[in-house]
């Protein structure tokens, strides 16, 4: 990834409570194709998490009350994620719980809006909401920062594939 595209396009993470968390980043490329980035579950393995894991999805149904189930693996093991969509209005918004195996906190609810921006760019926001201060806590103590920035720097790479 070159040092241009993160400087111009920097991921934005806050805590506006103390039960959230907040994500903002834009792309560049048409909205239509950013939500097609998440929830086409072939394209949500080349760019979900972090480079040093390898991500399968066992179950992608989006559609409100659908659910989904992935995992991400290394040589030192495996994570597995999953959840259920509350929302699904494409290509405007997604509302799905966050969970992961092995974690006995209840899941986050996540909120990505996807807004369209001059000259087919894209802004997403992400509101994760937990139930209470330490489960926040925990998943920003766990990596979730490092992650999404390793992410959303992949996902310019394939939206830059995709429209080359």
Do not use: C
Not at 114 to 135: A, C, H, M, P
Request: glycine share 8%; no cysteine; charged share 35%.
């Amino acid at each position: 990834m070159n040092e241009e595209t993160n400087t111009r396009h920097p991921t934005t993470v806050t805590t506006p409570s103390e039960t959230e968390v907040r994500i903002e980043r834009e792309f560049d490329a048409p909205r239509e194709l950013v939500f097609e980035a998440y929830t086409d579950p072939e394209l949500l393995t080349e760019w979900l998490g972090p480079r040093r894991l390898t991500m399968t999805v066992q179950e992608m149904d989006v559609r409100t009350g659908g659910s989904y189930r992935y995992t991400h693996s290394d040589a030192d093991g495996s994570y597995v994620f999953f959840g259920e969509f509350r929302e699904v209005d494409p290509p405007r918004l997604l509302v799905q719980t966050f969970q992961w195996e092995g974690n006995d906190a209840p899941s986050s609810v996540d909120r990505v809006e996807f807004e369209e921006l001059e000259g087919d760019r894209t802004r997403i926001v992400v509101t994760g909401t937990f139930d209470s201060k330490e489960s926040r806590d925990a998943m920003l103590e766990a990596g979730m920062e490092k992650g999404v920035r390793e992410g959303y720097e992949k996902l310019d790479e394939l939206l830059a594939r995709r429209q080359g």
